[in-house]
């Protein structure tokens, strides 16, 4: 066969895969957490809130976030928060538990709104 047809028939699938890729990723989406759903760990959810408490130690930030029901949100971070108590966010996050307390690990943290 000859090379040139080879690479044509490589770009081409190349390219086709990339578009597919695009649409799945922009289809998938974290679930609300709903305060009375039962969460499997490790699932990614996403919150909507607004800041309670913020208190900080040993490299993460723990953050109590009031929605419908309290979430407890722990985010690791070298650099300081830019938000503060008061503030609505969006998190984006890996659910996880601790000492039998469940929590969210964020990923994302988004403010929406400033108090």
Not at 11 to 28: K, R
Not at 44 to 72: M, P, Q, R, W
Request: charged share 25%.
């Amino acid at each position: 066969m000859n090379d040139s047809y080879i690479l044509k028939i490589a770009l081409i699938c190349s390219i086709i895969g990339l578009i597919a890729l695009y649409f799945v990723s922009n289809s998938i989406n974290p679930e609300l957490l709903n305060p009375t759903t039962n969460f499997e760990e490790k699932e990614f959810v996403y919150l909507n809130g607004t800041i309670h408490k913020i208190s900080d130690g040993n490299g993460a930030y723990y953050i109590k976030v009031i929605y419908s029901s309290e979430a407890d949100v722990v985010a690791f971070s070298k650099e300081n928060l830019e938000f503060k108590e008061g503030d609505k966010i969006e998190i984006i996050g890996k659910t996880d538990s601790f000492n039998g307390k469940r929590q969210i690990i964020a990923d994302k943290i988004k403010v929406i709104k400033n108090d």
